[in-house]
């Protein structure tokens, strides 16, 4: 709680300190009367996007995560934005390798013992960990990402806090629902939870290797798992370029427009065929090496889609490049997207013009990507909630057609995709488990059709011998039936108590009648059992009826 309250006045102090004290005012409205302990702000002619970012690099490791996976999220926010929190990527500061020594001997052992070399400078610094390069002592080049000091502990506290001031914003102005802000901060906490764990990312790089054996120009790290752990991993350092350095391949010696092709292949063969696909294809995460294969790291983020919701995707692409919009919308239903029937022209009118011609655009054109970037944006327009996994699909998508584009400006995204996507549909009804699966189906159904002779037969000797009885249920019937004479019998109760009394009272008020003893005692009677018969019909109605209905 201590940590907590802390961490809440570290936020607001640099809320304050970049101009956004009027947010505190709308999560809190008593802040103002604390504002004597915050830091005062300054007069700051930067954009407000900057000084978003600038607000999340100051609060740290947790709130850059965050505005990482929020521009990914762009059908959601401004495009300046989005382009501001792109710039997260890079501007992390790395941890001292001194903080860093008693997590490498933990996992490790002896430094001096262990490694030849170790650079204390790191090669790569992100929001949770830092990869330095390292030399074991039979010579073998390694990298090793090192989970900062007592990371797990602020992300945990962080995301407590992020979690209530994405409820409260949505509380205090409604118009935020629409943009999901609990799912997206749900979404992070979950994703947060998975990169914290360095033996999942060394399981993803081994998962990868294995489906891409048959594929050896596509390459992912070995994992040396004898020195790795929850927090530390150790893992074959890969020398390259980045993706999208073309000038850098081109003196490598290799055509830039095989990696489009390869990058472009082997993404739809994690999503299409294998069903496990990394969702981070930034240009800083893929490496042409310099033997020239195309090598993939930081694997911790990742998504899988079942097999029987594959095919789904598979004609959702293939909707997309064929601008199919009612295939597209049956596809969007088939997973879970809920459209409101009143919106449906609408939608589909919108969806019709963003993919309007986009089969004749290049991969450069601004206008493919656009186009599939409209996709949620007008889902969101709707207030539609997008589940995670299609998110993830269109993201990645876009982002190698963004690398695509730098590598080769006349690739064809539509081309390449339908006879790809056509292929893996007749590898799906072709392949050797669809003919055993289609086998087994058959036998079954010859099967039973064997045993209809002999269910007929069975069927006509009954007839025969006065044995075949239909019989015809109707439950509802029945039950109405109950319902309305239980109905009639409180009626006549009613009807019998009420002409008693009425009856009793004539005869006692009746001007031209003289009273005895028994005929005023036989009122008395009668008034008596009109008043028992109405208890018991009250009684009925309240406590048995009711159980009555439940069974």
């Not at 969101?380 to 400006?409: A, C, F």
């Not at 007839?463 to 109707?474: P, R």
């Not at 019909?537 to 009711?546: D, Q």
């Amino acid at each position: 709680m201590v940590a907590r309250l802390k961490r809440y006045g570290q936020i607001a102090d640099v809320m304050v300190k970049y101009g956004f004290g009027i947010f505190l005012d709308e999560i809190d409205p008593d802040a103002s009367k604390r504002r004597k302990f915050f830091k005062r702000s300054v007069p700051d002619s930067r954009s407000v996007y900057e000084r978003v970012r600038l607000v999340l690099e100051e609060l740290g490791p947790t709130a850059v995560k965050f505005g990482q996976m929020a521009a990914s999220r762009s059908e959601s926010i401004p495009p300046e934005l989005v382009e501001e929190l792109k710039k997260l990527h890079d501007h992390v500061t790395p941890v001292p390798f001194e903080a860093l020594v008693p997590t490498i001997e933990e996992f490790c052992g002896p430094i001096n013992e262990t490694f030849e070399y170790f650079e204390k400078t790191p090669i790569a610094a992100a929001s949770i960990g830092q990869v330095h390069r390292a030399v074991l002592k039979d010579g073998t080049i390694v990298a090793i990402k090192i989970q900062r000091p007592n990371i797990a502990e602020k992300i945990e506290t962080d995301t407590v806090i992020i979690e209530g001031m994405a409820r409260r914003f949505e509380k205090v102005n409604p118009a935020l629902k629409a943009y999901n802000l609990s799912g997206m901060v749900d979404d992070f906490t979950k994703m947060m939870k998975r990169e914290l764990d360095y033996v999942a990312e060394g399981k993803n790089a081994d998962i990868f290797s294995r489906n891409f054996k048959k594929r050896p120009e596509i390459k992912f790290p070995k994992i040396y798992w004898e020195y790795s752990g929850s927090r530390l991993l150790m893992m074959e350092y890969i020398e390259g370029i980045r993706v999208d350095d073309v000038e850098g391949i081109k003196i490598y010696g290799y055509d830039p427009k095989v990696y489009a092709d390869w990058g472009f292949e082997t993404y739809l063969k994690m999503i299409f065929e294998d069903g496990f696909f990394h969702i981070d294809p930034h240009p800083g995460n893929i490496f042409v090496t310099i033997d020239g294969k195309l090598a993939f790291i930081d694997l911790g983020a990742i998504a899988i889609i079942r097999p029987e919701r594959r095919h789904t995707f598979i004609k959702l692409l293939l909707s997309i490049v064929d601008t199919d919009v009612d295939m597209i919308i049956d596809c969007f239903k088939k997973l879970g997207v809920r459209i409101d029937d009143d919106d449906l022209d609408e939608i589909k009118d919108q969806l019709y013009y963003a993919l309007f011609d986009s089969e004749g655009f290049e991969i450069s054109s601004v206008d493919t990507i656009s186009s599939l970037n409209t996709i949620p944006k007008i889902l969101n327009r709707y207030h539609i909630q997008i589940p995670g996994t299609l998110m993830s699909l269109l993201k990645v998508l876009i982002m190698v057609i963004g690398v695509g584009q730098t590598l080769n400006p006349q690739f064809s995204f539509y081309d390449k995709a339908r006879p790809y996507l056509t292929e893996i549909v007749k590898m799906q009804y072709f392949s050797p488990q669809s003919f055993k699966k289609t086998s087994h189906t058959l036998m079954e159904s010859v099967d039973s059709i064997m045993k209809l002779p002999k269910i007929f037969s069975r069927t006509m000797n009954k007839w025969a011998a006065g044995k075949f009885q239909i019989d015809i249920v109707a439950k509802d019937v029945e039950k109405l039936s109950n319902t309305i004479e239980k109905a009639t019998d409180k009626i006549l109760m009613g009807m019998v108590a009420s002409a008693l009394v009425i009856g009793a009272s004539i005869v006692m008020y009746s001007a031209d009648f003289e009273y005895s003893n028994w005929l005023m005692y036989f009122t008395v009677a009668v008034y008596c059992a009109a008043f028992v018969i109405a208890i018991v019909t009250i009684v009925r109605v309240l406590f048995f009826e009711p159980s009555a209905r439940k069974k």
